[in-house]
């Protein structure tokens, strides 16, 4: 009898757990990644070659939005794509025109609030 109590009162506590959360926890809002090159089939890395094209890619899956990019290059210099427009559903690419050899960071930014950050190489 003991066991069926505590199985019940670990079944309540779980159930009042999930029902506490927030419909959207969990639930991813945006992709962003960066590639090298700026068509929708460049895939994710994190080491480019110095003379290809570079792409800084974003998409929100749950509702139209205002986001910026920026990237920060390896000689400290910040550059920023502000008031970039992303409908939900379409992924869209900010080109990254550096061939500074080096590490750089991108990082996007939705009403002010960071929503990722991806680190990537320029071999030389």
Known sequence: ?????????????VGLLVSAMPAT?????YKK????????HAKPKHKCPKQSKKGAFFKSFKRDVHYTVCVRFPSRKTLCAKGQEAEK????????TS??????KVTWWVKG??????FFRIKA
Request: proline share 2%.
């Open 1 to 13: 009898m003991k066991g069926m109590k505590a199985l019940a009162l670990v079944l309540a506590v």
């Open 25 to 29: 926890a969990g639930a991813k809002a």
């Open 33 to 40: 990644y960066v590639g090298c090159g700026i068509s929708k």
């Open 89 to 96: 559903g379409t992924l869209y690419v900010n080109k990254i």
């Open 99 to 104: 061939t500074e050899p080096g590490k750089h």
């Open 113 to 118: 609030k960071k929503v990722g950050t991806r």
